[in-house]
């Protein structure tokens, strides 16, 4: 069992920058793929950046340039540093880790194929 803990959400203007932290109870590229969601109200839960075990990132278009996914495996703590933040950014942001590779590559961010997911944390960006 792997226990992932995020902080850092909070409320911001557009144009706005935060960093979200994930804290993971073992080493995060002992998993073959950790992955940031966000769910927004009224949509469906979407992968927004994944890391894989050799530090392999991928992006969804609507983040990539403003987004980074990065890991400190010395702290096992996973990061997600968003700039330049959008309204359309809104959303609980879900921390999430494979137990196994699964059908699908890390870049593919299928939900179903996540074992271990964090509890949230919530952005807000107003205009």
């Known amino acids: 069992q792997v226990q992932l803990v995020e902080s850092g959400g909070d409320s911001v203007q557009s144009g706005g920058s935060l960093r979200l932290s994930c804290a993971a109870s073992?080493?995060?590229?002992?998993?073959?793929?950790m992955t940031w969601f966000r769910q927004g109200p009224g949509k469906e839960r979407e992968g927004v950046a994944a890391?894989?075990?050799?530090?392999?990132?991928s992006y969804v278009e609507s983040v990539k340039g403003r987004f980074t996914i990065s890991q400190d495996n010395a702290k096992n703590t996973l990061y997600l540093q968003m700039n330049s933040l959008k309204p359309e950014d809104t959303a609980l942001y879900y921390c999430?880790?494979?137990?196994?590779?699964?059908?699908?590559?890390?870049?593919?961010?299928?939900?179903?194929?996540?074992?271990?997911w964090g509890q949230g944390t919530q952005v807000t960006v107003s205009s």
């Open positions: 890391i894989d075990s050799y530090g392999r990132e």
């Open positions: 073992r080493s995060t590229n002992s998993m073959p793929c």
């Open positions: 999430a880790a494979k137990r196994y590779s699964g059908h699908y590559s890390c870049a593919v961010m299928a939900p179903h194929e996540y074992a271990y």
